[in-house]
Each structure stands twice: as structure tokens, then as C-alpha cells.
Nanobody, 126 residues
Framework: QVQLAESGGGLVQAGGSLRLSCAASGRTNSMYILGWFRQAPGKEREFVTA????????YYADSVKGRFTISRDNAKNTVYLQMNSLKPEDTAVYYC???????????????????WGQGTQVTVSS
């Protein structure tokens, strides 16, 4: 089992910044990929970004490129999401997700991730 715990969400003005954290625990030794998804009210959950645990390769949705940065601290089993230049449309519940396998070209599909955090609310006001 793998447990994921997000933190760092909150309320911020448009143009501001937040940093989310996702701490992984349990059987994390073979974790391959960790990512972030988000879901706004009335919308489907969408891919935001992902990072491979060992190689550090990163992947971003077009909507957040240049504004969001994903990183990881292997020693702390923690993944970070730095969010800059936040917009009201970034308002959503943000979920940390992980899987022990490389999903290949399907890394943007939520069904490829076996482990999920409970989510943290990010609200951007204008």
C-alpha cells in the first residue's frame, strides 16, 4: 500500500503563488511516477503535471506550462507543485497520484494511477 498526503492548498489572489506538497508513505520503494490532477466543480478531473521518480523527467499540461513546476525530493518521498501566476480558472481540488509502473503514453489518464491522495482545495480569487 502507498499513502499520499497533500498539503499547501488555500485561497490566493489572481497572480499569486502557492506551493503544494505530496508526501508519500508506505511501500514507496518501487514508485515510478507521481503526478498532479485537478478537478473543478462541474468539470472532469484533468491532468496537470507528472514526474518520474528516478529520472526526474517532467510532463505538463499545456494549460500550466510556464506557470507550474513539479519537483521531487527523493530523500523525503515528497513531490512539490510550485504554482505561479495563478488564474481563477486554476481553482480546483488538486490531487496527488502515483503508480509503480510507467504508463507510457497514457500518463495523462487518471485510470493509470493506482494511488491517490485525498485532495487539497486551491481557490484563486479575482
Amino acid at each position: 500500500q502507498v499513502q499520499l498526503a497533500e498539503s499547501g492548498g488555500g485561497l490566493v489572489q489572481a497572480g499569486g503563488s502557492l506551493r503544494l506538497s505530496c508526501a508519500a508513505s508506505g511501500r514507496t520503494n518501487s514508485m515510478y511516477i507521481l503526478g498532479w490532477f485537478r478537478q473543478a466543480p462541474g468539470k472532469e478531473r484533468e491532468f496537470v503535471t507528472a514526474i518520474t521518480w528516478s529520472g526526474g523527467s517532467t510532463y505538463y499540461a499545456d494549460s500550466v506550462k510556464g506557470r507550474f513546476t513539479i519537483s521531487r525530493d527523493n530523500a523525503k518521498n515528497t513531490v512539490y507543485l510550485q504554482m505561479n501566476s495563478l488564474k481563477p480558472e486554476d481553482t480546483a481540488v488538486y490531487y496527488c497520484a502515483a503508480d509503480r509502473r510507467w504508463p507510457g503514453s497514457s500518463y495523462q489518464r487518471q485510470g493509470e494511477y493506482d494511488y491517490w491522495g485525498q485532495g487539497t482545495q486551491v481557490t484563486v480569487s479575482s
